[in-house]
């Protein structure tokens, strides 16, 4: 490989990056902080991004579609740069950033598989569990939170399933399902 081999992008980088950008925009609305009492802390928001990129990498990977599998991956590798990036610009020293950013890798597959355990056997009760154990982690959760996130979070996906590859290739998805108060 030449020099410039260097210098090229993956294939969706670009897509993968604004596709996150978009979960991120929408985990952060107010609504789920003021109306839903979610922790706004560093655990709070990785939660709510967590939360909406699984519910976007599951509907990229289940498309039939071959550019599905590997534009989830393009997000899933967004979202851990970013991570990476953000915990440097925190003051997390080099040696101990790849070790954190693994205890996130882990802790986001953890989650994403619960909930997607959960909406693909439209067990609402088992989603609602797994949002009040991942994003209240054990603080008190206010009256019906927890099933509210776990209904937009339902209601999200189902927003996700009919949009089109080629929006998602081109890096727009829509995540604009009300947020519940």
């Known amino acids: 490989m030449g020099l410039l081999g260097f210098f ?10 604004e596709l996150y950008s978009a979960a991120v925009g ?12 979610v ?3 560093l655990d709070g928001r990785f939660d709510l991004v967590s939360l909406h990129v699984a519910l976007l990498i599951r509907r990229l990977r289940r498309d039939a579609a071959a550019e599905g599998p590997k534009l989830a991956q393009a997000v899933f590798d967004a ?19 790849g070790k954190r950013v693994k205890r ?33 982690r054990g603080e008190v959760v206010p009256e019906g939170a927890a099933a509210r996130l776990a209904s937009y979070a339902q209601a999200l996906a189902e927003r996700l399933a009919p949009q089109a590859m080629a929006d998602f290739t081109r890096g727009r998805a829509r995540f604009d399902v009300e947020v519940p108060a």
């Open 8 to 17: 090229t992008r993956k294939p969706h980088e670009r897509a993968g990056f």
């Open 26 to 37: 929408a985990a952060r609305r107010p609504g789920f902080f003021a109306g839903l009492g």
């Open 39 to 41: 922790p706004d802390t």
């Open 79 to 97: 979202m851990f740069a970013d991570m990476d990036v953000n915990l440097r610009e925190m003051g997390v020293g080099d040696l101990v950033v």
């Open 104 to 136: 996130m890798w882990e802790a986001f597959h953890g989650r994403a598989a619960a909930y997607e355990a959960a909406i693909d056997a439209g067990d609402l009760a088992a989603l609602e569990a797994a949002l009040t154990r991942n994003i209240w």
